[in-house]
Each structure stands twice: as structure tokens, then as C-alpha cells.
């Protein structure tokens, strides 16, 4: 199992950018597939971006394609998702997610979450 620590969110004006963080305990994060997900008050939980072990397979929903990044450093045990020309649509609490190697977009499938971090964007 691996702890997460989620980092970075805050408020910002629409147009602007940010950058979470999730940090992950242990000696082997290099072997999970990690994900960000969002939840908005009232709405479900919604997959953003995903990456497998290998950093090789990256996946990204509709709406954070061309405006977000999502990347690892292994050595730093770390997880990141830079988010760019940020909307006020995108205020959620955003969650990263792990999992054994591959990296998938649906939820249920990651067993380890961290307690998430929220992003306020206002116009």
C-alpha cells in the first residue's frame, strides 16, 4: 500500500495556472500507475489524467487535453498536474490515485487515494 499527499491547490483567476502535487511514501512508487480525478460539490468524480508506471502511456480527458500535463518523478516519489488556462468550470477538490502499473480512468480501479486538494478558479 502507499500513502499520498496531495499539494499545490489554491485560488486563481480564470486564465491562470497552477501546479499539484502528490507526494507518495515508500520505495516503490516507480511501479504504480497514478491518476488525478476531481470532484465538484454536487457532482461525481471525474477522471482528469492518468499515467502508467513506465510514464510511457498518458491519458487525459476532454476537458484537460491541451490544458493540462500530468508527469512523474520517480526519484522524487512524486506526482504532478499542471494545469494551464484554468477555467472556473475546473473548481473541484482533485484527487491522485494509484495503482499497480497501469494506469486506467476509472476510479473504482485504484485502490490508494490521496485526501485531495482543492483548486478554486474565479472569473
Known amino acids: 500500500q502507499v500513502q499520498l499527499v496531495e499539494s499545490g491547490g489554491g485560488l486563481v483567476q480564470a486564465g491562470g495556472s497552477l501546479r499539484l502535487s502528490c507526494t507518495a511514501s515508500?520505495?516503490?512508487?516507480?511501479?504504480?500507475?497514478m491518476g488525478w480525478f476531481r470532484q465538484a460539490p454536487g457532482k461525481e468524480r471525474e477522471f482528469v489524467a492518468a499515467?502508467?508506471?513506465?510514464?510511457?502511456?498518458?491519458y487525459y480527458s476532454d476537458s484537460a487535453k491541451d490544458r493540462f500535463t500530468v508527469f512523474r518523478d520517480n526519484a522524487e516519489n512524486t506526482l504532478y498536474l499542471q494545469m494551464t488556462s484554468l477555467k472556473p468550470e475546473d473548481t473541484a477538490v482533485y484527487f491522485c490515485?494509484?495503482?499497480?502499473?497501469?494506469?486506467?480512468?476509472?476510479?473504482?480501479?485504484?485502490?490508494?487515494w490521496g485526501q485531495g486538494a482543492q483548486v478554486t478558479v474565479f472569473s
Open positions: 499515467i502508467d508506471w513506465t510514464g510511457g502511456n498518458i
Open positions: 490515485a494509484a495503482r499497480l502499473y497501469g494506469a486506467t480512468m476509472d476510479p473504482a480501479s485504484y485502490p490508494n
Open positions: 515508500g520505495r516503490v512508487f516507480y511501479t504504480y500507475g
